[in-house]
């Protein structure tokens, strides 16, 4: 009977072992992938304003208007010399379609 609980024991052992290693192995490749994906986005003065902000699509910016009035949200998309900014900052529920041609600015976290 001792023999067996033993044998029970070190069965009980080597498969939580084997279940932890398993875990730490899948957490490493996670964050790996996650510190990989990163994107290094950069404004780019060489590109049109409208190239610029199509390589912000999906992330927060704030554009400047030529008025002087500022708009922060999440570029949706850039089309036909507009933008959809959605997700206004300050306004729940809020999209705005801004003519390019009415932008002076863009500001943006690049690091």
Do not use: C, P, W
Request: no cysteine.
């Amino acid at each position: 009977m001792k023999g067996l609980n033993r044998n029970i024991f070190i069965v009980t052992a080597v498969v939580l072992v084997t279940l932890l290693m398993t875990n730490l192995y899948v957490m490493i490749q996670s964050l790996q992938a996650a510190g990989e994906s990163k994107e290094h986005l950069q404004l780019n003065a060489g590109i049109t304003l409208a190239d610029n902000l199509i390589t912000f699509k999906g992330k927060t910016v704030t554009v400047i208007l030529k008025s002087g009035q500022s708009m922060t949200g999440i570029v949706k998309e850039v089309k036909n010399n507009l933008l959809h900014l959605e997700k206004i900052s300050q306004k729940e529920f809020y999209d705005a379609l801004i003519t390019i041609g009415h932008i002076s600015a863009i500001e943006a976290r690049v690091r």
